[in-house]
Nanobody, 116 residues
Framework: QVQLVESGGGLVQPGGSLRLSCAASGSISSDTSMGWYRQAPGKQRELVARITSDGSAYYVDFVRGRFTVSRDNAKNTVSLQMNSLKPEDTAVYYC??????????WGQGIQVTVSS
């Protein structure tokens, strides 16, 4: 069993920055893929970024160049640095730890609001 807890959300003005962190209880398996998703009211939950155990990162088009995902396996954490934030980035952000065919864990979600 893995528990994921997100932190670092809040209110920020357009063009500003926030850094989200996700802390996992216990150690994370070396083959675990960590991901960030978001869901706005009335919209489907969508992938934002993911990072594999070897540090390979993937970003969807609408955040590429603005967001950076990283992980620290020794500390069992994954982070999402969000720069140049836009109102369209407003959503609840979720952390995910996935081992395909083995396990799939989600955090409780944390609110990010981009508004002037």
């Amino acid at each position: 069993q893995v528990q994921l807890v997100e932190s670092g959300g809040g209110l920020v003005q357009p063009g500003g920055s926030l850094r989200l962190s996700c802390a996992a209880s216990g150690s994370i398996s070396s083959d675990t893929s960590m991901g960030w998703y978001r869901q706005a009211p009335g919209k489907q939950r969508e992938l934002v970024a993911r990072i594999t155990s070897d540090g390979s990162a993937y970003y969807v088009d609408f955040v590429r160049g603005r967001f950076t995902v990283s992980r620290d396996n020794a500390k069992n954490t994954v982070s999402l640095q969000m720069n140049s934030l836009k109102p369209e980035d407003t959503a609840v952000y979720y952390c995910r730890a996935r081992r395909i065919g083995i396990s799939d864990y989600w955090g409780q979600g944390i609110q990010v609001t981009v508004s002037s």
